[in-house]
């Protein structure tokens, strides 16, 4: 593939060639995305319709979720047609697009982890003043904040593809084209690129993450002054699902790309890049639901709404 050739052609391994094991993988992400996408899109529906839960925590939960949809599309049905088609090709355009969207979701989640953490900080730290620091425009503005870095900060590291060459071999270990594993396809020198995607992982994934790790030490430290034990675990249950799923994210997704051109095995790194593609975006919904009644108690509201609806319409088609 010439530099700057858009018409040539990535070959994705995926995770194997059996059939039997590609059936088994097939019906795996297809169910995992099928919860993914209505379990988020639930989310979203309960924070808007209920108005208990037009709260700045809630409003960032419901960007999250957006998020993870993006997150999990731009990948698993392009894996979900390579299986079912046996086609392992995916083209040059299509992976520059890939990467792109794929660096903007990953940005734009770790942007809202750390706006939520923040967001945590001051409801624990200033309550007393914790209407005036979130008002709504803050709140918007760090959305849009967000989603602005996530939309310019995953341009460098795309763009330093098209600079690049790429010779006879093609071939992606991976069932996405992930940025590390594209740049080492490359014939001519990757040091620029490479200096790009480690200071992008610096500045959009490292310095988020270091927010949040200074916004949880003074969340602890206000939590141990609290002289109540049930005073302690209160506050510390408003956070626990964000550190959780803090945890989940960050565990894998950031140690991957920081040692995939290091030890990492391509099988270690897909098994991690399933769990911060599919596993941490499907189990969101879940961690946040089940940890919190007024987000039980609205998605019980939006489903029973639904419900009706669906009688009336199978009612219409009979």
């Known amino acids: 593939m010439e530099r700057g050739n858009q018409t040539g052609n990535f070959i ?75 086609s392992k090709v995916i083209s040059f355009a299509g992976c520059i697009s890939q990467v792109y969207f794929f660096l903007l979701f990953a940005c734009q989640d770790n942007l809202l982890l750390t706006v939520m953490a923040y967001d945590r900080f001051v409801a624990i730290c200033h309550p007393l003043h914790y209407v005036d620091i979130m008002n709504p425009r803050l709140c918007l503005l760090m959305a849009l904040g967000s989603l602005l870095v996530s939309v310019l900060g995953a341009l460098p590291g795309t763009l330093t593809i098209l600079r690049l060459s790429f010779c006879t071999n093609i071939e992606i270990p991976h069932f996405f084209c992930d940025l590390p594993a594209v740049l080492k396809l490359a014939c001519s020198d990757t040091l620029i690129s490479h200096i790009v995607l480690y200071s992008e992982t610096m500045v959009l994934g490292v310095f ?76 969101n919904p879940f961690i946040y639901s089940l940890r919190n009644r007024d987000i039980k108690v609205a998605l019980g509201r939006v489903l029973s709404k639904m419900v009706p609806l669906s009688e009336r319409i199978n009612a219409h088609l009979l």
Do not use: E, W
């Open 208 to 283: 988020p993450l270091s927010g949040i790790l200074l916004s949880y030490s003074q969340i602890f430290s206000s939590i141990l002054r609290i002289s109540l034990d049930r005073g302690k675990y209160k506050a510390f249950s408003t956070c626990g699902s964000h550190l959780l799923v803090v945890s989940l994210f960050y565990g894998t997704g950031l140690g991957v790309y920081l040692s995939s051109v290091a030890t990492l095995s391509s099988r270690m790194t897909l098994m991690a890049s399933v769990m911060y593609t599919m596993v941490t975006p499907m189990l």
């Open 12 to 86: 994705l391994l995926g995770f194997t060639d059996d059939p039997d094991l590609q059936s088994l993988l097939f019906g795996l992400f297809l169910s995992m995305y099928l919860v993914t996408v209505p379990g988020n899109l639930l989310i979203i529906l309960a924070t808007i319709s209920d108005s208990h839960l037009h709260t700045p925590m809630y409003f960032f939960l419901s960007n999250l979720s957006l998020a993870d949809i993006g997150f999990t599309s731009i990948t698993i049905p392009k894996a979900l047609r390579n299986i079912q088609t046996h």
